[in-house]
Nanobody
Framework: QVQLVESGGGLVQPGGSLRLSCAAS????????LGWFRQAPGKEREGVSY????????HYEDSVEGRFTISRDKAKNTIYLQMNSLTPEDTAVYYC?????????????????WGRGTQVTVSS
């Protein structure tokens, strides 16, 4: 049974940093592409960053490029999202997702596995 559990969210001041974790079970990180998405109040869910299961290549949406870093630890079967230089616009519930391909996660979310999310609030 595939399961994704996010952790690491919280309240942080503008300019601060947080590291989110997503512990995966029921599969290994080589089996699926994984990614981070977020949903702010009143807005649709949007992609943030993705990592390929095949070659570990990393991809970022323009809004977080240069500030966020996605990584994976195969030994712990966990992926991370290091978030730096946070702004209030980054406030959202952050979700971890897994799917056969990055395209599936982004374009066909019903065929992806999703965690329950972790709240990130950036405020002074």
């Amino acid at each position: 049974q595939v399961q994704l559990v996010e952790s690491g969210g919280g309240l942080v001041q503008p300019g601060g940093s947080l590291r989110l974790s997503c512990a995966a079970s029921g599969f290994t990180l080589d089996d699926y592409a994984l990614g981070w998405f977020r949903q702010a109040p009143g807005k649709e869910r949007e992609g943030v960053s993705y990592i390929s299961g095949v070659d570990g290549s990393k991809h970022y949406e323009d809004s977080v490029e240069g500030r966020f870093t996605i990584s994976r630890d195969k030994a712990k079967n966990t992926i991370y999202l290091q978030m730096n230089s946070l702004t209030p616009e980054d406030t959202a519930v952050y979700y971890c997702a897994a799917a056969n391909t990055i395209a599936t996660m982004v374009l066909d979310s019903s065929n992806a596995y999703w965690g329950r999310g972790t709240q990130v609030t950036v405020s002074s």
